[in-house]
Nanobody
């Protein structure tokens, strides 16, 4: 089991930027997919971005061109750079480890989440 700890959330104005980081307790080199998901009140958890061990990436349509996911296998971290933030990006953001690229299923390991709030 991989322990995941997110950091970097907070309050930002519309159009601002935040950078989220996820630190894993073990090596992530062998893990296929690392991802970021988010959940806002009354909504299901949704995929924001994911990256596989070969650095293939994909993004939710709602964040394309604004968010960038990166992975540092040497440091066992995954980051999410969020630019041009909108109020609808407000949610709790979760890091996920060990997903499957082909099936798009998330892995079984989740972080505790970090709150991102975008004000008008």
């Amino acid at each position: 089991q991989v322990q995941l700890v997110e950091s970097g959330g907070g309050l930002v104005q519309t159009g601002g930027s935040l950078s989220l980081s996820c630190a894993a307790s073990t090596s992530i080199v062998a893990l296929d997919v690392m991802g970021w998901y988010r959940q806002s009140p009354g909504r299901q958890r949704e995929l924001v971005a994911r990256i596989d061990r070969n650095s293939r990436r994909n993004y939710a349509d709602s964040v394309k061109g604004r968010f960038t996911i990166s992975r540092d296998n040497a440091k066992n971290t995954v980051s999410l750079q969020m630019n041009s933030l909108k109020p609808e990006d407000t949610a709790v953001y979760y890091c996920n480890a060990g997903g499957n690229w082909l099936t798009n299923w998330p892995g079984k390991d989740w972080g505790q989440g970090t709150q991102v709030t975008v004000s008008l």
